[in-house]
């Protein structure tokens, strides 16, 4: 059975950081493209970043270029998601997600975690 868990959500103030981490289990983690999406109240989830199986080649949505950092640790089957000067417009439940072809949609998700910004 696969399994995504996302922690490190919280509440933080404007211009704070958070680090997120999933593990994963029951996949073949080092064959999988990792991402972490995000779906604020009344919005449709939308992608925050993706990271290849080698970790060579990554993505991130323009909004948060340059403010997080995603990564991997393929011995830990561990994704991770650096978030910096951290805005109220960040406030969203944070996915992370597996699959296995750069460009197809994810094939597994995590349950979310919570990330709230105060302003």
């Known amino acids: 059975q696969v399994q995504l868990v996302e922690s490190g959500g919280g509440l933080v103030q404007h211009g704070g950081s958070l680090r997120l981490t999933c593990v994963t289990s029951?996949?073949?983690?080092?064959?999988?493209?990792m991402s972490w999406h995000r779906q604020a109240p009344g919005k449709e989830r939308e992608l925050v970043a993706r990271?290849?199986?080698?970790?060579?080649?990554?993505k991130y949505a323009d909004y948060v270029k340059g403010r997080f950092t995603i990564s991997r640790d393929n011995a830990k089957a561990t994704a991770y998601l650096q978030m910096n000067s951290l805005q109220s417009e960040d406030t969203a439940v944070y996915f992370c997600?597996?699959?296995?072809?750069?460009?197809?949609?994810?094939?597994?998700w995590g349950q979310g975690t919570q990330v709230t910004v105060s302003s």
């Open positions: 990271l290849s199986t080698t970790g060579t080649v990554i």
């Open positions: 029951g996949l073949m983690f080092s064959r999988y493209v």
């Open positions: 997600a597996a699959q296995g072809i750069w460009t197809s949609p994810p094939d597994y």
